[in-house]
């Protein structure tokens, strides 16, 4: 039997005791206009949609799932993991996305020294153990950290630029043929198209697409369902990210 769906809001949760200063990381340097991506477009599918301001049950409910994906949880990963499973029988894209040669890698976190669960590489195990894709592998790290885009007003979010230069691709001796990027929200887009361009420079010849289980509805005060899969894209235009749908 599923869980019960839990619709109350839950509190961030907040350090008992003040952090310790660490070393100041290394930083990007500032946006350029002349930064151009190597990838310029890439393929995204995804399951759920989210609201995060709206008053209803069901705008409620896409916020707990966010929360229950931010925190890695064991018992509900592989039931969304199950339904990405079910839609790809009877979704085109969804079928073309998780092929069998599809190496799944997670996109990294804001912060590579932070103790915090890494959810998307949480939840690309929880696909590979439903049988969707090859492998997981984790070739995309953060080199050094960048703001959290969930807590940043919209003009402090990293740019696509500043995820770009924090991004490195590890060496791999076998090119894969067909790489999907794993993470668990999508916004506007900016640090799977970083990810895509990066991977796109270490293996020029692979297709590289990306698979979000959920993405931000930040337009609409409300959503009415949670699950509408769809395939769009995202693609760097005026100078940014831009995500269809």
């Known amino acids: 039997m599923r869980p019960r769906l839990d619709t109350t809001r839950t509190r961030a949760c907040s350090p008992l005791q003040p952090t310790p200063k660490l070393p100041r990381p290394l930083k990007s340097p500032p946006p350029s206009a002349n930064f151009q991506p190597a990838l310029r477009s890439v393929d995204f599918c995804s399951c759920y949609i989210y609201s995060p301001r709206g008053n209803s049950f069901v705008s409620a409910a896409s916020r707990q799932l966010c929360a229950r994906l931010k925190l890695g949880d064991a018992t509900w990963l592989p039931h969304y993991a199950g339904v990405v499973r079910e839609l790809t029988t009877r979704h085109e894209g969804l ?7 599809a190496v799944l890698v997670p996109v990294p976190g804001s912060d590579p020294s932070a103790t915090r669960v890494w959810a998307a590489e949480r939840l690309a195990a929880a696909l590979h153990g439903v049988l969707l894709g090859k492998s997981v592998w ?13 807590t940043a007003l919209n003009a402090d979010r990293p740019t696509t630029q500043q995820h770009y230069e924090s991004l490195s691709v590890v060496p791999l001796s076998t090119a894969p043929q067909r790489i999907v990027l794993i993470d668990d929200v999508i916004t506007k887009g900016r640090t ?3 990810a895509a361009a990066r991977l796109h420079e270490a293996f020029p010849d692979a297709y590289i697409s990306a698979f979000a289980l959920l993405r931000t509805m930040g337009f609409l005060s409300e959503v009415s369902r949670l699950l509408e899969p769809c395939k769009g ?6 100078g940014d990210a831009r995500r269809e749908p």
């Not at 073309?96 to 040669?101: P, Y």
């Not at 984790?138 to 969930?150: I, L």
């Open 192 to 194: 799977i198209l970083a």
């Open 138 to 150: 984790p070739g995309v790290q953060r080199r050094f950290p960048v703001r959290k885009s969930a």
């Open 233 to 238: 894209f995202v693609r760097w235009a005026g």
């Open 95 to 101: 079928a073309d996305l998780f092929g069998a040669d």
